[in-house]
């Protein structure tokens, strides 16, 4: 079994930053691509952004130019650092991987996501 957790959402005003974090656990071989959807209310779930196992990016035009993603191999943790919010990035933030597991499978995992609020 593979669990990714993640961390970091919050209450914020626009304009503001936020790092959400994704940690993985369990047994992994390799992580392919990690990356980041996010729901809002009444709208379906969208990608964000994601990364490759050899660092390859893709984003979402729309937060292009304000969000990065990043790894850390050694701590098998994704990171998503979010500047200049707005108030439609207000969404629960859901981590997702495939994983290449011990058990020599290919398969996909999610987080229960983190909340996102940006609000004046």
């Known amino acids: 079994q593979v669990q990714l957790v993640e961390s970091g959402g919050g209450l914020l005003q626009p304009g503001g930053s936020l790092r959400l974090s994704c940690a993985a656990s369990?047994?992994?071989?390799?992580?392919?691509?990690i990356g980041w959807y996010r729901q809002a209310p009444g709208k379906e779930r969208e990608l964000v952004a994601f990364?490759?196992?050899?660092?390859?990016?893709q984003y979402a035009d729309s937060v292009k130019g304000r969000f990065t993603i990043s790894g850390d191999n050694a701590k098998n943790t994704v990171y998503l650092q979010m500047n200049s919010l707005k108030p439609d990035d207000t969404a629960v933030y859901y981590c997702?991987?495939?994983?290449?597991?011990?058990?020599?499978?290919?398969?996909?995992?999610w987080g229960k996501g983190t909340l996102v609020t940006v609000s004046s």
């Open positions: 369990g047994s992994i071989l390799n992580i392919n691509v």
């Open positions: 997702r991987a495939q994983v290449f597991t011990a058990q020599q499978r290919t398969m996909i995992y």
């Open positions: 990364i490759t196992s050899s660092a390859d990016t």
